[in-house]
């Protein structure tokens, strides 16, 4: 059974930082590009990067570029987002999600999602 | 970077009818990389459809999807219960963007 728990969620201010986790079971994680996606409190959904099979080549939603990084461990079977400069705006919950492009690109559909983790940014 | 406008914003209806729900695109989906989802309330968005007409697995055959280019609809062709929701557009250029959702709810 796939599963995408994440972790690393928390309340932080304005300009902090954060780390957030993402542990994958139940597939061969290095066949599959994965992203991020977050969904503020009522809102919809908001890619905000991905991340081939290798780590070769990664992308940015506009609204986190500069900010934020993706990264993944395949030893470890983890996907990673360091969030830096955190503003109010990036008050989300963060899911990660499998891409579901057989190439092992970040480009493509999501076909499993994590339950997310809650990301607070407030003074 | 491609917007996606998704009408209506709410839709009301009884089970059993047809449900039919739009997503526009501000330009043309290239490959028809054009998903759809379905999120309840707590939940993770669960995958429906891909490349703008093929379910994904195990999705009821009672969910279509259809068009190309800037024009694209999810058909729920006899709603159940269970399929009052909300439901996503995406589309998976570079960089990948959602449309703001539909709610289908029960009248």
């Known amino acids: 059974e796939v599963q995408l728990v994440e972790s690393g969620g928390g309340v932080v201010r304005p300009g902090g930082s954060l780390r957030l986790s993402c542990a994958a079971s139940?597939?061969?994680?290095?066949?599959?590009?994965m992203s991020w996606v977050r969904q503020a409190p009522g809102k919809g959904l908001e890619w905000v990067s991905g991340?081939?099979?290798?780590?070769?080549?990664?992308g940015y939603a506009d609204s986190v570029k500069g900010r934020f990084t993706i990264s993944r461990d395949n030893a470890k079977n983890s996907l990673y987002l360091q969030m830096n400069s955190l503003r109010a705006e990036d008050t989300a919950l963060y899911h990660c999600?499998?891409?579901?492009?057989?190439?092992?690109?970040?480009?493509?559909?999501?076909?499993?999602w994590g339950q997310g983790t809650l990301v607070t940014v407030s003074s | 970077e491609i917007v996606l406008t998704q009408s209506p914003g709410t839709l009301s209806l009884s089970p059993g009818e047809r449900a039919t729900l739009s997503c526009r695109a501000s330009?043309?989906?290239?490959?028809?990389?054009l998903a759809w989802y379905q999120q309840k309330p707590g939940q993770a968005p669960r995958l429906l459809i891909y490349g703008a007409s093929s379910r994904a697995t195990g999705i009821p055959d009672r969910f279509s999807g259809s068009g190309s280019g800037t024009d694209f609809t999810l058909t729920i062709s006899r709603l159940e219960p269970e399929d009052f929701a909300v439901y996503y557009c995406?589309?998976?250029?570079?960089?990948?963007?959602f449309g703001g959702g539909t709610k289908v709810e029960i009248k």
């Open positions: 139940g597939f061969t994680f290095d066949d599959y590009g």
């Open positions: 330009q043309s989906v290239s490959s028809s990389y």
């Open positions: 999600a499998r891409g579901s492009a057989s190439d092992g690109d970040y480009v493509g559909s999501f076909d499993y």
């Open positions: 995406q589309q998976y250029g570079s960089p990948s963007t």
């Open positions: 991340i081939n099979w290798n780590g070769g080549s990664t």
